[in-house]
């Protein structure tokens, strides 16, 4: 894909994109909700594309641009926000110019099909319906389980899976073990005190209960400089028109493995409260 002009000057440059089609008719289920009605009545018009903010300059385009899709004149007619594509450049138009674009034609396997239930609360009855109907020749979802069956299969077929393993196992390793050499530390700079209050006749007891008090308090202020760090780096990836969705329950999962990291710590330094004896006092 490149602009009309550089293919008049006979210098195309051109790219792969992906498709996103919509239908554009009024109550259509394949126009997002979050599509104004002007955008999507500009898509309603021959030959006319959207496209995403973060492919604008991959693609040489801007809005209002005139370029090259299937030997064919199209015009950018709008700018999406929050539909990037790491792999490649996606653009969106209704079936109707992709049938114009004779691009439509000829296709036998068969699709994906969205309906759409005039009671929504019976949409898992329908599709256990239609499953049973279809006798394993088709899968019907609620939109709930297609949503986790994308989710799990991300997880499952790509190499995501193991980059993010890798990232969790190595950064479990490298917290415990910053976090244990500074609680150490904090314990041997302070060891007189604890000395001292082993004098007083305090247990050993009651300073580990002090040790992992301390890690714990530790760990909350990791999770407060986390939940900083994420938020600026969600900003940064906005900026990017790439947008993070952060749920409550995988921050509240997060929180409470950074917190178990610190508190694990502590126990690793406990060893360290050995080294103080009263006698170190008279030193």
Known sequence: MSQAERARQGAPKSR??????IDTQPGSVTIPTDYSDELVAALRQPFTIAVDETALGTLGVKLGDRAIYAGQTVTVVGVLRGYPNMMQPTIVMSRDSLRMLGQSWGNTMGGPLMIKLRDPAKATVVAAQ??????????????????DANAKSMFEEGILVIIIGG???????IGVAITWQTLRGAIMANIKEFASLRALGVGMGSLRRIVVELSFWVGLVGV??????????SLLARMGGVIIALPFSLLLVVGVGLVLIAMG????????????QP????R
């Not at 006698?279 to 008279?282: E, V």
């Open 130 to 147: 239609l499953n049973e109907m279809g006798k394993g020749q088709w899968r019907a979802w609620t939109r709930q389980e297609l949503a």
């Open 167 to 173: 990232c969790v196992v190595l950064g479990i390793i």
């Open 224 to 233: 407060a400089a986390a939940v900083l760090l994420t938020w600026l780096l």
């Open 279 to 282: 006698a170190d006092l008279l």
């Open 265 to 276: 710590s502590g126990l690793l330094s406990l060893g360290v409260l050995k080294k103080s």
């Open 16 to 21: 792969q994109v992906m498709v996103n089609v």
